[in-house]
């Protein structure tokens, strides 16, 4: 994909031999953001079990986890975890993670656009669920646009520079 800055993006299924530029561009982009559920370096996870984990992922078909990058170097990760439990597995819970220097260029629609295409075809998964902090206008502007709905909000559920901030829930039916 070509974003609107003109660097070529390439959008790819995450494989283990990625586990370690994962794990070090959520730590980068932990301190970028306050919209996160972690801080800079607060993303601790040893290496042999997140390639476990990728690997795990990856056998799960109503799960994915996608990578962009440009030459090589991740800019971004979208990913949908469900469960595998019969009463849930048709659920699919969204994240989406883009470097600060990428953002505003249209990578966060051709994410969710992948993602939500891929959803619609699995076979499984028949919601999309995803919650986001109650300040993230233009991520949640976007959400509404692709047709997600406000389901709850959990009062003070982060404690971000000295401030209790709500987080919005939201759903998407497929």
């Known amino acids: 994909m070509m974003m609107r800055n003109l660097d070529n993006v390439h ?22 953001s ?8 607060e993303f601790k996870r040893d290496l042999q079990e997140y390639k476990d984990y990728i ?27 469900s469960s595998q439990k019969e009463r849930t597995k048709h659920v699919g819970t969204l994240g989406i993670v883009i470097s600060e220097k990428y953002t505003g260029m249209g990578l966060g629609k051709a994410l969710m656009n992948e993602l939500l295409e ?7 998964t028949k919601k999309i669920s995803l919650v986001t902090n109650e300040s993230n206008t233009k991520a949640i502007d976007l ?18 520079r000295g401030d209790y901030q709500n987080t919005i829930v939201m759903g998407l039916f497929l």
């Open 118 to 124: 891929w959803a619609k075809q699995n076979g499984i």
């Open 11 to 32: 959008i790819r299924r995450a494989a283990t031999d990625d586990a370690q530029n994962m794990i070090d561009f959520y730590n980068v982009v932990g301190g970028e």
């Open 34 to 41: 306050d919209y996160l559920s972690f801080g800079a370096n």
């Open 143 to 160: 959400y509404r646009k692709l047709g997600f709905e406000q389901e709850g909000l959990l009062k003070k559920d982060n404690y971000i």
């Open 55 to 81: 690997t795990a992922t990856s056998q799960e078909p109503n799960s994915i986890m996608l990578l962009a990058t440009i030459d090589s170097k991740i800019i971004g990760i979208a990913t949908i975890n």
